[in-house]
């Protein structure tokens, strides 16, 4: 059983940074997705950032784009999301989630992923 752990989140100023990492207690292979999903208080969980382990670009939520950035350590199996310019909207429990097969699943859709952290609180004041 894969098993992902978050950690960085924090509390955080507006304008401020964070980063944010997941790491998995496997090998991620070159096909599966590593996604970040953020769930504000009584919202559903909404897609922020994913990377296809074997190459491709990154794929950025709108609120998303130009303000985080993904990046993997290969050699630890870790995703990094490193989010600039926070907002007192970007307040939510990051969750960090991986998928098991080759798939045509948009990577902004849930179901798409197997294993989820446990998520990682990220609080912005303004």
């Known amino acids: 059983q894969v098993q992902l752990v978050e950690s960085g989140g924090g509390l955080v100023q507006a304008g401020g940074s964070l980063t944010l990492s997941c790491g998995s207690s496997?090998?991620?292979?070159?096909?599966?997705?590593l996604a970040w999903f953020r769930q504000r208080q009584g919202k559903e969980r909404e897609f922020v950032a994913a990377?296809?382990?074997?190459?491709?670009?990154?794929n950025y939520s709108d609120a998303a784009k130009g303000r985080f950035t993904l990046s993997k350590d290969a050699a630890t199996n870790t995703l990094h999301l490193v989010m600039n310019s926070l907002k007192p909207e970007d307040t939510a429990v990051y969750y960090c989630?991986?998928?098991?097969?080759?798939?045509?699943?948009?990577?902004?859709?849930?179901?798409?992923?197997?294993?989820w952290g446990q998520g990682t609180q990220v609080t912005v004041s303004s």
């Open positions: 990377l296809t382990w074997g190459g491709g670009r990154p």
């Open positions: 496997a090998a991620v292979v070159y096909y599966q997705t």
């Open positions: 989630a991986l998928d098991d097969q080759i798939t045509a699943a948009p990577m902004d859709m849930l179901d798409r992923y197997t294993y």
